[in-house]
């Protein structure tokens, strides 16, 4: 049998989360289209009579700003200096020039000396030469294994990508059990399906300074706290009246229960904690 550790690394916004689910196979990291959406490290499972894939969901490579996105930098160093990395999978987005955000990334992912496979994504609704292009350039990143146009979002390329993977991976024992699909503890997902809609629902200055924690998790009752940084943010949030909340916990529920396996009752609240972000302690309790 072969298993390994795959890291996905890109600049932000290129994909890297949708992708990620694509190979597992399953949901295990939310998606948006607000860049450094993934704080942490999330690990993507799919397993096969064959193999064992272990994606690596980072986030992207990014300028600190603050303890948080500190903290998120030292995750990307601290993944691409691993060991156990067999391979990277470097994404650029079909849809936008392959810059100087790309460029610094591939220098970091090449420098490293595992196999490093290329991926092309977003390549849905894109006319032929245009992707062409977009490989052209991607090839000019450095010396790759491989070199693949994908389209995450409608699965186009990902079986042959996925099958290209599990050939860089040595031989070796299954490292995860073969049902899980995520090493993310539940209440580590179920947080993340909230605020999951709430960037998605809200914009503007709220998305970055949006978290959540569960509060409680029982057979019934998901409890859900979801913090900001100001007052004005937390109005936004909770809406006239409690309409932006009821309609954040009106999209995460199905979700949700999706997850557990069950109906549950979602209670949604609202805090404001000044300088989350840079708070050691809550950063600490929040897994980030």
Sequence with gaps: ??????????????????????????????????????????????????????????????RPIDTLTERMQETVDEAMSADDVDAILLVVSARDRIGAGDKFVARKV???????????NK??????GHVATQMKEAARLGD?????????????GIDELRGDLITLLPE?????????????????RIAELVREQALRLTKEEVPHAVT???????????????YTETESQKQILIGKGGTMVREIGRHARPHIEQLVGHE???????KAAPKWRRNQTML?????
């Design 144 to 156: 790759f294994h491989a070199l693949h146009p994908v389209s995450a979002l409608t699965d186009d």
């Design 1 to 62: 049998m072969k298993s390994g550790f795959v890291a996905v690394a890109g600049r932000p916004n290129v994909g890297k989360s949708t992708l990620v689910n694509a190979l597992a196979g399953t949901k295990v990291a939310i998606v948006s289209d607000k860049p450094h959406t993934t704080r942490s490290r999330i690990r993507g499972v799919h397993t096969t009579d064959e193999a064992q894939l272990v994606l690596v969901d980072l986030p992207g490579w990014q």
């Design 110 to 120: 090449f420098s490293i000396g595992v196999p490093v496979v290329i991926v092309v």
């Design 123 to 128: 390549i849905d609704r894109l006319k032929h």
């Design 212 to 226: 959540a924690e569960v509060i409680e998790l029982d057979e019934k009752l998901v409890h859900v706290r979801v």
């Design 172 to 188: 070796g024992p299954m490292l995860f059990p073969a049902g899980m699909d995520t090493d993310m503890p539940l209440e580590a």
């Design 264 to 270: 549950i009752y979602l209670q949604l609240q609202v």
């Design 284 to 288: 600490e309790r929040l897994g980030l």
